[in-house]
């Protein structure tokens, strides 16, 4: 006969209920928040529709052969969506609320730091997964953008493993950022150049090779070019591509290690 141990069960029951009131707090906050729902849900959509538009007629170079560029477009899209979901947003929020005291106030309550950050994350990846269902969407139906079966396991793994790892990483950068005003325009000037030399808004084959090599550093390239794998009809086999994973996986790693050693739950005027 097993005998339960209801004092094991009891806490991880009452942390998942916390976890799941935090994260319904913090989806009625940012759902309540027009710029944030712009810049998260509505600016990706804008650029998918203003770059497939301006170069429908003409291919991009992929590995394999070609394509057009309105399907070229659709993963890069994807990833700059996620990323503005699970890092741009996320960021942007930490340190509004630290600044301004929630965070400095929730710890005086009784709710475990564990469930504060887990609600907030769990916003940002359900929200990367939302953009990216509608991207989806958009490219299969406007723009002719299939994923094939046999690749569609593998992007829906990089979709995954990209949310998380940018999650950290957002965590992460909130750690530098000391004023809420400046967050945004700190990110933007972060991520929009890092999008132009990643192959997001540009194909990587008409960069320059130095600025190309540059963008591969870093964890925008390897996302985008994991999608883009999942999408380019020339890719032989399941289209998982471990060098990709891994770079983001090192990248969230690290952001993970940053997060934890400078998180601060106290604003940064005490």
Not at 48 to 69: C, D, Q, R
Not at 91 to 107: L, P, Q, S
Not at 150 to 167: E, Q, S
Request: hydrophobic share 55%; aromatic share 12%; net charge positive.
């Amino acid at each position: 006969m097993t005998v339960s141990n209801p004092t094991v069960s009891r806490p991880r029951s009452r942390l998942a209920h916390l976890v799941i009131h935090q994260f319904r707090f913090d989806l009625r906050c940012f759902w309540r928040n027009t710029q944030s729902r712009f810049f998260t849900l509505a600016l990706p959509v804008l650029f998918l529709i203003i770059f497939s538009s301006i170069f429908h007629n003409t291919k991009a170079t992929v590995p394999g052969g070609t394509i057009s560029e309105s399907v070229y477009y659709v993963p890069g899209i994807i990833a700059f969506g996620v990323i503005a979901a699970a890092f741009s947003n996320l960021a942007i929020t930490v340190v509004r609320y630290r600044e301004v005291g929630i965070y400095k106030r929730r710890r005086a309550t009784p709710v475990p730091a564990s469930a504060v950050i887990g609600g907030r994350a769990l916003v940002a990846v359900l929200t990367a997964l939302a953009i990216t269902v509608v991207l989806l969407a958009i490219g299969w139906v406007f723009y002719k953008a299939h994923i094939p079966s046999r690749t569609a396991p593998a992007f829906v793994l990089d979709i995954i493993v990209g949310a998380v790892v940018f999650c950290c990483l957002g965590f992460a950068l909130a750690t530098f950022v000391r004023d809420a005003d400046a967050a945004q325009p700190v990110i933007q000037a972060i991520i929009l150049p890092l999008c132009f030399i990643s192959g997001v808004f540009i194909p990587v084959a008409v960069l320059p090779t130095w600025l190309a090599d540059i963008g591969k550093v870093f964890p925008v390239h390897s996302l985008a070019a994991a999608l883009l794998e999942a999408y380019n009809p020339h890719t032989a086999g399941s289209a998982l591509n471990w060098g990709d994973l891994g770079v983001l996986c090192a990248w969230g790693v690290a952001g993970l290690i940053v997060a934890m050693r400078r998180f601060s739950w106290l604003p940064s005027w005490g």
